[in-house]
């Protein structure tokens, strides 16, 4: 597989159910894929913090009713970079309606602004398939 610019890519998907406590899983395949490179701890921590913001927000505003669903996370390695996609099947948002900077302060309202903190891109919008949101963010290793 290649990423956008035509690198190769190891990819990694892993589809978990949309409550807090699977969140721990998609952390730990991070780190299982990280631990082969040779990285900074504080970049694998700001890589972990915002894989859980993103699908905490899924959990939060896809499935807020608590009917269930699943999230979908995919990790894509490159030897420059780590894109992870988080996505989901719930109603979706508008992206435009996000500000360029921290979005509205309510409560819990910062997750966007994090990952945007810790991270060196970010995507929103739909799904490629069907209802539902995708959250890309890449973070470059070298």
């Known amino acids: 597989m290649t990423d956008d610019n035509g690198n190769s890519a190891k990819v990694v ?3 978990i159910p949309a409550k807090a406590e699977y969140i721990a899983l998609g952390r730990l395949a991070l780190t299982g894929i990280l631990r082969t490179l040779a990285v900074e701890a504080e970049l694998v921590a700001d890589v972990k913090l915002a894989l859980t913001e993103a699908c905490s927000n899924s959990i939060r505003h896809a499935y807020a009713d608590g009917g269930g669903g699943a999230v979908e996370i995919r990790y894509e390695l490159t030897d420059d ?3 992870i996609e988080v996505s ?6 508008d992206p435009e309606a996000l500000h360029a900077g921290a979005p509205e302060l309510d409560e819990g309202g ?3 602004a994090i990952i945007r ?4 891109e970010l995507q929103i919008g739909p799904r490629a398939a069907g209802p539902g949101s995708c959250l890309r963010f890449t973070k470059y290793l070298g």
């Not at 903190?117 to 060196?120: G, N």
């Open 13 to 15: 998907s892993l589809v």
């Open 81 to 83: 970079r780590l894109a």
């Open 110 to 112: 910062l997750g966007i």
């Open 88 to 93: 989901d099947e719930g109603g979706g948002f």
């Open 117 to 120: 903190a810790v991270t060196d």
